[in-house]
């Protein structure tokens, strides 16, 4: 049965470390999947494990990716007879960097998501498409109505992977720092250096057609 | 032998996409690795593959990373005698979100560093030591010198691994949309929306007394 609120712990989902900081709330997880848009890929390969950083998009209880029907990882997937690629999908906001008295206290204030599971093939045009349109309304909200649809061609070169969203758990550390009682009154300055990401102000293409405006969708300053 | 500037491209650090953005180049490698601070460190366990956000810091050619002994990738790694733990350790700087006038050729403006090799566990009390400094250090210059030094019993509950950097590749992607040329004329805007990330007003902690002032290293505006 499946939990509408949470996903369900399981044994590599629930960390030897700080268990107090993991959730498992769908919204909680939902929310810090759609705040970020590059992910790092982990998967096997030749028994060795490789990390991409790579696009990804939610639709719903499942997570996208894309690429080219060449690079390696996407190859690996195989067609729909094939088992999957196992991955682990991970997120990381930094928010702010803590500074305690002690050194072993400093830490980093982060929200993590991490997804295990089997990344498969998506054959179905229908989803395919659907998926294509949310990885570059993920990155721009807006922009798939206000681009050139992918040709035929294009769509031939790109493969897309799901990974749903089943054996997921989130990580969030807040606050200031955790110092020992007895450190308390060291001279040292404590607290958090605030850490945040910026979008900056559109810079046009060298050969864009000046009578072109900037969509209302990228004006958000 | 070793070249002094650039890192011996292997089978598993030559992109099988997009080749002309990979570099091996030790000062570049360097420079990113040193910007950044959090790093997507993968390993197999169980033959899955694992992708756990966490703390790095360089020295000359080596990578460390810390965590408790406690924790599981940590513990994976054994002690002297033991082969290590195959790990990938990847960083990745967002610097731009890429609008091309075809949905097909949106991309983002990245630089990405990729370590394959052999994590091992410090047991060396000066490694360690420097090692830990180091981490304090990458994230906040100047700062281990003003905070209190790990005691013996910290330092018995901390795990420090070692990865040398020797199977490293970066990648990076900059500039504009690489539109193709019948699309040019297209009514869509294109261009790049830059991406930073920035450090804010430090937040003092609520129990700091007040008589300790905002040191000089975190005073940057």
């Known amino acids: 049965m499946t939990d509408a609120t949470a996903y369900e712990p399981t044994g590599r989902t629930v960390p030897t470390r700080a268990p107090q900081r993991a959730s498992y709330d769908r ?27 790579t696009l990804y998009a939610r639709i719903g209880e499942s997570l996208y990716i894309h690429g080219s029907t060449g690079s390696r990882p996407l190859r690996s997937a195989g067609g729909e007879a094939d088992p999957g690629l196992p991955v682990c999908l991970t997120i990381t906001h930094v928010d702010g960097l803590v500074l305690a008295r002690s050194a072993f206290h400093h830490s980093i204030n982060y929200r993590s998501v ?36 992918a040709s035929a061609k294009e769509l031939a070169a790109t493969a897309v992977l799901r990974l749903d969203l089943e054996e997921v758990s989130a ?29 900056g102000v559109p810079v046009a293409a060298d050969d ?10 990228l004006r958000t300053r």
Chains 1, 2 share one sequence.
């Open 208 to 217: 864009l057609d000046p009578s072109v405006a900037l969509p209302a969708y």
């Open 114 to 149: 991490v997804v295990h599971g089997v990344a498969r093939q998506v054959t179905d045009a229908d989803e395919r498409s659907k998926a294509l349109d949310a990885l570059v309304d993920h990155v721009v909200p807006g922009r798939s109505a206000d681009s050139r649809p």
């Open 27 to 53: 919204g909680l997880v939902h929310a810090l999947l759609d705040e970020a848009y590059v992910c790092h890929l982990g998967f096997v390969r030749d028994g060795a494990p490789v990390v991409l950083p």
């Open 171 to 199: 990580k969030v550390r807040e606050g200031g720092p955790n110092d020992d009682p007895e450190d308390l009154s060291l001279p040292h300055w404590s607290g958090v250096v605030p850490v945040s990401v910026q979008r």
